[in-house]
């Protein structure tokens, strides 16, 4: 899969990114995610191409969910890249979101994303509000499978890197 020049990360890439150096025996991700993620994050990196929102929600994400001593995972070297280069990005790389209740003005109006998660709505905000309406690269998080077409219908794009493990879980979650 080609990986697009800009693009908004969910926290969970470079989370998932981090087991190809710290495995969890509880994880059931397969090793073609974690490599799926590893290369997404060091595509970021080389690409310079992250998108994020100028009042650091996602930063500030990013910072309480990895270590921002830049190691031992890949996702920790993304976070450590992240703090000491996202001033340096192009200004169009940091997008003015605005809050509005547990919601951003700049979250697209749909029916079918009146239950999407409030914590994830950042991510979507960023991505709508921004003028090349970037793909969010989404690594394990199955809710969003259950989304993506209320989203693609809106504009935005959802890139899976692990689309199988998504879908399986998804699909389990979903049973009766």
């Not at 470079?14 to 991700?29: E, G, I, Y």
């Not at 080389?46 to 650091?56: E, Q, T």
């Not at 997008?95 to 547990?102: L, P, Q």
């Amino acid at each position: 899969m080609s990986l697009p020049r800009k693009c908004v990360v969910d926290t969970n890439v470079p989370k998932t990114a981090n087991l190809a150096t710290q495995p969890n025996p509880r994880s059931d991700v397969s090793d073609a995610c974690v490599l799926a993620c590893v290369e997404a994050v060091e595509h970021v990196i080389r690409s310079r191409g992250l998108i994020i929102d100028a009042g650091d929600e996602i930063f500030d994400e990013y910072r309480r969910q990895l270590s921002m001593k830049g190691q031992p995972g890949v996702g920790d070297r993304f976070m450590k890249w992240v703090h000491d280069n996202r001033w340096g990005l192009p200004d169009s790389h940091r997008v003015a979101i605005t809050e509005n209740g547990n919601s951003y003005e700049e979250f697209p109006t749909h029916g079918g994303l009146n239950n999407f998660d409030k914590s994830d709505r950042k991510f979507v905000a960023v991505a709508n509000a921004h003028v090349d309406k970037p793909p969010i690269l989404q690594a394990t998080d199955s809710k969003w499978w259950g989304w993506k077409t209320a989203l693609a219908e809106v504009g935005v794009n959802v890139r899976f890197l692990c689309p199988k493990y998504v879908e399986t879980k998804y699909a389990e979650k979903m049973r009766p």
